[in-house]
């Protein structure tokens, strides 16, 4: 079945580090994407991995394990503005290629 | 260059009644994505054009929801005998293909009163 979990809600100081994780559980994995999405505006993408390792993007990483079905997107230097939800999804085979998507973490940066 | 639009940002209608969501997608995107987003959700899959066949539909809830693309640019998703469970905001989103990244529009944001 598909099952895509991230934690609900961070906080996080500002010029800080954190890291988002999210598991999944899919029928033949192919490709995991991060979004952010403000409040009251689209998604906006992130980053892509369909192999395991780190890939980074200036201030945003994303990480990916295929084997434990496992993902993080780690943010440095975090500014008020990466206050947000980051979205975690998924493409599977088994669902003709759609993103299955997770609820989203909400991430609040306190000054 | 022009991003996704869709229109109206925002409707505001009666339980029973027809709506029209409109999105434009960019230029050139041959798949084109529906979705709907309730408060605190990720977005909820529920049409795939490729084109201008719709190559998945398997994410429409019943035979209320319609869309379509008939020149394989703009999409309309229609909507008969609303109800108050269909309230949320509509997205739609565009790619060059199935497997590259989705732009996202703006939303509409639908409330059936």
């Known amino acids: 079945g598909q099952n895509i979990d991230q934690p609900t809600e961070m906080t996080a100081t500002e010029g800080a580090i954190v890291q988002i994780n999210c598991t999944y559980q899919t029928s033949g994995f192919n490709g995991l994407f991060w979004y952010q999405q403000h409040a009251g505006e689209a998604p906006t993408f992130l980053s892509y991995n369909v192999l395991d390792g780190l890939e980074e993007k200036g201030r945003f990483s994303s990480f990916l394990s295929r084997s434990k079905g496992y993902s993080y997107l780690l943010l440095k230097e975090l500014q008020m503005k990466d206050s947000a939800s980051y979205l975690c999804a998924v493409r599977e085979r088994d669902s003709n290629y759609q993103l299955i998507w997770g609820a989203g973490t909400k991430l609040i940066i306190k000054p | 260059g022009a991003g996704v639009s869709q229109t109206p940002s925002n409707k505001v209608t009666e339980k029973g009644k027809y709506v029209e969501l409109r999105c434009d997608p960019i230029?050139?995107?041959?798949?084109l994505y529906w979705y709907r987003q309730s408060l605190g959700q990720g977005p909820e899959f529920l049409i795939y054009?490729?084109?201008?066949?719709?190559?998945?539909d398997s994410g429409l809830p019943n035979d209320r929801f319609f869309a379509v693309r008939p020149e394989g640019s703009v999409s309309t998703l229609k909507i008969q005998r609303t109800e108050r469970g269909d309230s949320a905001v509509y997205l739609c989103a565009s790619s060059p293909d199935l497997y590259n990244e989705q732009f996202f529009g703006p939303g509409t944001r639908l409330t059936v009163l």
């Open positions: 230029s050139g995107h041959t798949a």
């Open positions: 054009f490729q084109g201008t066949g719709a190559a998945d």
